[in-house]
């Protein structure tokens, strides 16, 4: 791997002033390399006593970053400066991860080198694969995956401390390989079948789908339609700059934690419904919609009535325009039900959903366009995939963007993340004895 430099923010030549009660400060503007402009406070408190305040860091920039570029007015994603569609177009998973870890394409033996240590890695040590009998069968498949990576590291003590990029990329290829047979593993364990091994013949996504739903005596055959969605939902999952999962990789790796520990905090926080668990939501809307037996244009009606009900897979705190990542699933999805032969009710829901939505002036007006999750979760219930494995799938994806902004931290060396806050508590009170408290 190349050596990895690190690009630079510009600083411009004026400088932004904040005119606070007791003081008036200069504080530089620094530019990035698409024109964003910053206010660099980071000497604000030294120099006035101020600190700023941004509860649930909407328009607080927490790092600079080469990995991926978002302009959401117009509906831009790039990696590494490649436009998303481009890539959707052109390459494998694997050739993205490489992109996004290393930060350049890879060339022809780098991308057949990569590709032979995702399955010189792909088995779990048998130790580790006992731990899969420790958890109960109706056990969470997210918090088996956590664990799981968490439990990996113990058996790869020499990638605790990693001392170059060639290391770096040989633990990266470790996680992304295991992360893939435990996401597997931990399906068959809860449907209480038997493990079904790798098999080193098969690509990345076809092996995953190969041990999810093979048999003993039966070899599960993907068909290229069914590859290429689920290398899409891959590859559009596979980095979204600092969100709440990403910037919790930088949070716990700033500390110097491995990169198996940030991680496997990463998946815990993808957890959670407001991140990673999005797609599961639109999916119990559109089965309610199903079974309730009301109209699209109900549904429609009521998101916009004020009551507390969205539209689930609408909008997007980013994305104002569109979002990239959606009408590329959309297309994706309609490849693949077009090839099965059959319409999943669902997806007639969800594109009679869209069209009534799109043309509505409530939605027009406040810019709210179908997001990725909205034809997400159609695409995995196409391929088989349970409804509690979606984050998990999500999880395989954000994979390769996780590892890229450890090693970018790795490489800065920057200080520990430790934010600063407003305190509202009690003022100075004296401790009172028990007997005396009421
Ligand atoms: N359905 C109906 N109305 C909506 C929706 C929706 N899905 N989303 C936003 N609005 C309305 C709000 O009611 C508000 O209306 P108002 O101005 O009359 O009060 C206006 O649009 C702005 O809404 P905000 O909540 O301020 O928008 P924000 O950018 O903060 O929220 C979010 C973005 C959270 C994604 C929101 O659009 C939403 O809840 N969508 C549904 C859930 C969803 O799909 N989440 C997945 C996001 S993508 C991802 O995480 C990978």
């Not at 530019?31 to 909407?58: A, C, F, K, M, Q």
């Not at 991926?68 to 052109?90: H, T």
């Not at 790796?253 to 993808?270: D, E, K, P, R, W």
């Not at 309610?288 to 549904?299: L, N, P, T, W, Y």
Request: hydrophobic share 40%.
């Amino acid at each position: 791997m190349d050596k990895y430099s690190r690009g630079k923010a510009t600083t411009a030549s004026e400088v932004a002033t904040l005119t606070l009660p007791d003081a008036k400060v200069e504080l530089p503007i620094r530019i990035g390399t698409e024109n964003e402009r910053s206010v660099d406070i980071s000497e604000l408190r030294s120099e006035s006593g101020y600190i700023t305040l941004d509860e649930g860091y909407g328009n607080t920039g927490a790092c600079s970053s080469e990995i991926c570029f978002i302009d959401g007015e117009q509906g831009i994603l790039r990696y590494r400066g490649y436009p998303i569609e481009q890539l959707a177009e052109n390459s494998r998973f694997t050739e993205v991860a490489w992109l996004l870890i290393s930060g350049e394409l890879p060339t022809q033996s780098q991308a057949a080198d990569f590709s032979a240590l995702l399955t010189e890695y792909e088995l779990l040590h048998e130790g580790l694969r006992h731990h899969f009998e420790g958890f109960p069968p109706d056990a969470h498949p997210m918090a088996m995956l956590s664990t799981m990576i968490n439990a990996a590291s113990c058996y790869h003590p020499d990638l605790l401390e990693l001392t170059d990029d060639d290391h770096l990329m040989e633990a990266a290829a470790k996680l992304m390989s295991k992360v893939r047979t435990i996401a597997a593993f931990s399906y068959r364990k809860s449907k209480g079948q038997p493990i079904v091994y790798p098999d080193p013949a098969l690509s990345y996504c076809r092996n995953f789908l190969h041990m999810m739903f093979s048999i003993p005596y039966a070899q599960y055959e993907a068909s290229p339609t069914m590859v290429r969605a689920l290398t899409l939902f891959l590859l559009l999952h596979a980095e979204h700059e600092q969100n709440c999962s990403t910037s919790t990789v930088r949070m716990v790796g700033s500390s110097g934690a491995n990169l198996f520990a940030s991680v496997a905090a990463a998946v815990c926080a993808l957890w959670g419904p407001l991140h990673g668990g999005a797609n599961v939501e639109v999916m119990r809307m559109l089965e309610q919609i199903q079974d309730s037996g009301a109209s699209v244009r109900e549904i429609v009606d009521r998101a916009k009535s004020g009551d507390s009900f969205r539209l689930m897979g609408f909008g997007h705190r980013v994305y104002k325009n569109f979002d990239p990542r959606a009408l590329i699933l959309k297309k994706a999805a309609d490849d693949l039900f077009s090839e099965m032969g059959k319409a999943d009710p669902l997806l007639q829901i969800a594109e009679e959903l869209e069209e009534i939505a799109l043309n509505d002036e409530y939605f027009i007006e406040r810019k709210l366009y179908p997001n990725v999750d909205f034809y997400s979760g159609i695409i995995l219930r196409a391929m088989g995939i349970p409804r509690n494995m979606f984050t998990v799938m999500f999880a395989i994806g954000r994979m390769p963007g996780w590892i890229a902004h450890w090693r970018e931290q790795f490489h800065a060396a920057d200080r520990i993340h430790r934010p600063r806050q407003l305190y509202i508590g009690p003022t100075k009170r004296d401790y009172v004895p028990m007997d005396q408290r009421r």
